[in-house]
């Protein structure tokens, strides 16, 4: 008797554990399902809230597993206006050999703005024509097709660092900005001080090229820190700042695509510069020219990638 009781013992246990296990495995799968819908939802948003054509929307280089380029823009805008581009950097990403590049262009370089048939500085062309002109502005300057954009305002810069729960950063020099202190080496920062971080010009040695470096490198802290430390908290947090804050044509399907396919390409990117010059005009404006030369090298370098 005692063997038959042991036996249905074993036989409740196992049940109470199967059970167990299947709440578990059905709750996981909601769980699983409803973050896939929520994530869909968000990009869908941002999708929908991008005013650009249906031709420039309607890109498939990320699903087809091309090179691909991205341009990344950081407006800083006041209530009511359209702003301007204070960040403008190009990231282009080769799968196939696993190799990118990411260039900042200087927010006043003077370059042709693509449909207004003008010279200006090319943070302009967003506050001309929005995402889609500063789109045909970079590729006319740089002389290679832009896929995708992704825009956002600075409180979105700030809200993703902190949803992240801070970022670290390698800093090459030591100074102070806003109240904030950067020493040299490994430096934690957090969404107001991150802003500080990459916006702080005037004290760089190298000047606004000093600036470009600490943007780009701010920008790879946010995706590497966005793969490698992930929670349900932390992605919930991105989706409500992403949903309020951000624009882009890139879909979701994409990004998937993009985070995995491509991931090795983005940490073996090169940084590109292009040299040049400043001053002010006859107009009294500053401007900044980009040298012939060096832009020529550059734009070579990205037509190698993006083929």
Do not use: C
């Not at 806003?178 to 107001?192: F, R």
């Not at 550059?298 to 037509?303: G, I």
């Amino acid at each position: 008797m005692a063997r038959h009781k042991k036996k249905s013992r074993w036989k409740k246990v196992l049940a109470i554990t199967l059970g167990v296990l299947t709440i578990f495995l059905v709750a996981g799968g909601l769980f699983v399902w409803s973050m896939y819908r929520d994530v869909n939802e968000t990009v869908t948003k941002v999708n929908d809230n991008l005013e650009i054509s249906p031709e420039r929307k309607q890109v498939e280089t990320i699903e087809q597993k091309e090179s691909v380029s991205v341009l990344l823009l950081g407006i800083d805008r006041r209530d009511g206006e359209q702003g301007r581009s204070d960040s403008i950097i190009v990231m282009t990403l080769n799968p196939t050999t696993d190799e990118g590049a990411m260039l900042s262009i200087p927010r006043d370089t003077k370059t042709e703005i693509v449909g207004k048939g003008m010279n200006d500085k090319i943070n302009h062309a967003y506050a001309f024509g929005g995402a889609e002109m500063a789109m045909n502005t970079v590729e006319g300057l740089l002389d290679i097709p832009i896929d995708y954009v992704v825009e956002a305002d600075m409180e979105a810069f700030t809200e993703v660092v902190d949803a992240l729960g801070g970022i670290t950063v390698e800093n090459s020099f030591a100074f102070s900005s806003d109240g904030y202190n950067y020493p040299i080496g490994q430096v934690d920062l957090n969404g107001a001080s991150a802003l500080s971080y990459a916006r702080m010009r005037y004290d760089d040695p190298n000047g606004d090229f000093g600036r470009q470096e600490r943007q780009r490198a701010v920008v790879a802290a946010i995706v590497e820190k966005g793969r490698s430390d992930f929670s349900v908290d932390k992605v919930t947090k991105l989706l409500d700042v992403a949903g309020n804050r951000a624009k882009t044509n890139i879909e979701f399907n994409e990004l998937v695509t993009l985070s995995t396919d491509y991931m090795k390409a983005f940490r073996n990117a090169s940084t590109l510069r292009i040299e040049g010059s400043g001053g002010l005009e006859s107009d009294g404006i500053y401007y900044w020219n980009p040298d012939a030369a060096s832009l020529a090298d550059v734009q070579t370098e990205l037509q190698r990638l993006m083929n």
